[in-house]
């Protein structure tokens, strides 16, 4: 009995870890495109504020725009967002 509650308690581990590291950079690339055709930060950051988001911090991490934002009422969202056209994509 001890061994299973040993062994259910790392699988337990083991998946949340995977799913907590899958949503921080979404789990797959925003684009599949060159990075010659991606905006750059600043634009990409335009685009979104544009949709009335406010952006604190922003960078490009595994072909996928990361902004870090403050939502129309203020909450705090992470946006991944396509490169090359702005388009949000996903959202944490």
């Given at each position: 009995m001890r061994k299973l509650i040993l062994l259910s308690s790392a699988a337990?581990?083991?998946?949340?870890?995977?799913?907590a590291a899958q949503a921080g950079s979404l789990g797959r690339p925003c684009t599949s495109a060159a990075q010659?055709?991606?905006?750059?930060?600043?634009?990409?950051?335009?685009?979104?504020?544009?949709?009335?988001?406010?952006?604190?911090?922003?960078?490009?991490?595994?072909?996928?725009?990361?902004?870090?934002?403050?939502?129309?009422?203020g909450g705090r969202v992470e946006l991944f967002v396509d490169p090359t056209n702005g388009n949000i994509v996903g959202q944490l």
């Open positions: 337990a581990i083991l998946v949340t870890g995977a799913v010659s055709q991606w905006l750059s930060i600043e634009a990409l950051q335009s685009k979104v504020e544009a949709q009335g988001y406010k952006v604190q911090k922003a960078k490009l991490k595994n072909a996928c725009g990361e902004l870090y934002a403050l939502d129309k009422n």
